[in-house]
């Protein structure tokens, strides 16, 4: 058993910004439209793979970008078992096996091969048009089973299988978004009406969707991770609710700024402690711990803000990027400027420099690991140079030593290159 060092410290070194009020005006967005390549400017749905690369899912077919160039996929007739069934790309997910699931609003659901590029299709009933390829959203749960909001219900696909089974609304109305809570029950929402679904039986239990006495109509969900459940809504606000006390909405209401109720809040987006919404009058970000709001929105005469207020779609990618995609293209912001911090192996908050701190490289892998080569061939009291795996959560490090005497071992501590391939 490797013994995990709690050695690596937090340590404050410098501030980028003079207060977080700044970083909120001082926001710049760059922005992407068909003129940097993108298929068309009307974007649904955002993901980032594993290998980095992001994908959009737009009116007209679905992009990969590498951070220079699109490569777009198309529905095309020539090819039609290797190509997208309907170019309206309405959701996007990477599962927990690396595989990409592409909805679609008409040809149903689609794997991408990210290193071919072919599609490989999964239409329900593919001899005739069938209203349950109409798909909005896609939700993995902790099975590998995806749930996918269809126009008239819930659809469930098993990706081992290819299998699907039908769950037609109580009222045969469209299921947006699926959320699943913190006991694994699974929520919906149509129009009108608030759905708990029990994945055992297939049943469902319908919530009305009102505030004294007033109904509202249903354009978002999320339940963020303090198990506390967001309702955006067509133009009555933002509304709260516990999942154990469902049915019992509360206005939200911020100690500043307001949450427009005239406009739709499309998209309900949780990063960083913030919650962030995607309106059509702009983007509005809640701090959930302060209860402020904050606005962005589209000015003409300044190029740096959002390039229009429709907020369809928000993403924040493993760099801390935050991209907003709306009905007139794509949006890119370093959404939460943070301070500098060090993670020493031997700590020293002097200037006085340490040879167990000479860090010659370091690799983030698809799990979110940290890994850190030290090049040195040292050892310094009980502090070891070498590879380090570093727990981001815990805040620990876990020294892997040199054992020459095992030909499966490392066979130095001087550590100067880290690499993680495809498998």
């Known amino acids: 058993m490797k013994s995990a060092l709690p050695f690596l410290v937090l340590a404050l070194c410098l501030s980028l910004i003079s207060s977080e009020t700044s970083a909120q005006t001082d926001f710049k967005f760059e922005h992407l439209t068909t003129e940097q390549g993108l298929s068309n400017n009307m974007i649904w749905s955002i993901c980032q793979d594993r290998e980095g690369f992001m994908w959009f899912g737009t009116l007209d077919g679905l992009n990969r970008y590498d951070g220079y160039t699109f490569k777009i996929f198309r529905a095309d007739p020539r090819d039609p078992e290797h190509t997208l069934q309907h170019n309206i790309i309405s959701a996007i997910h990477e599962d927990r096996a690396g595989r990409l699931w592409v909805a679609t609003l008409g040809g149903g659901l689609h794997q991408v091969d990210k290193r071919t590029g072919n599609v490989t299709s999964y239409r329900i009933d593919p001899t005739r048009v069938n209203v349950w390829n109409v798909m909005f959203s896609i939700h993995e749960d902790h099975q590998g089973i995806l749930w996918i909001g269809a126009s008239i219900g819930i659809v469930r696909f098993d990706p081992r299988t290819k299998q699907y089974t039908l769950y037609p609304s109580p009222s045969e109305e469209a299921i947006g978004h699926i959320v699943e809570d913190a006991a694994g029950q699974l929520w919906a929402g149509t129009g009108k009406q608030l759905l708990r679904f029990d994945r055992q039986t297939g049943q469902y239990t319908v919530f009305p969707t009102n505030y004294l006495g007033q109904s509202f109509d249903f354009r978002s969900f999320y339940i963020t991770h303090d198990s506390m459940a967001w309702v955006g809504t067509a133009k009555s606000g933002i509304f709260q609710m516990n999942p154990r006390q469902p049915g019992q909405f509360t206005p939200y209401r911020p100690k500043n700024d307001t949450i427009n109720k005239t406009s739709s809040n499309n998209v309900l987006y949780e990063s960083g402690g913030y919650l962030w919404v995607g309106t059509s009058e702009g983007l509005q970000r809640i701090d959930q711990r302060t209860n402020q709001v904050v606005t ?112 499966n071992g490392l066979l130095s501590e001087a550590v100067r290159f880290l690499y993680e391939d495809r498998t």
């Open 296 to 407: 962005y929105q589209a000015n003409p005469e300044l190029p740096n803000r959002l390039i229009e207020n429709t907020v369809r779609a928000i993403y924040r990618d493993r760099s801390g990027t935050l991209w907003v995609g709306t009905a007139s293209g794509l949006n890119k912001v370093i959404a939460h400027p943070k301070r500098f911090n060090a993670y020493q192996v031997l700590p020293t908050l002097t200037a006085i420099r340490r040879n167990e701190n000479n860090i010659s490289t370091v690799l983030e892998d698809h799990t979110g690991t940290v890994w850190i080569g030290n090049a040195g061939t040292f050892t310094t009291g009980d502090f070891q140079s070498g590879l380090f795996r570093y727990d981001t959560k815990r805040k620990l490090a876990e020294h892997i030593p040199a054992n020459l005497a095992n030909p």
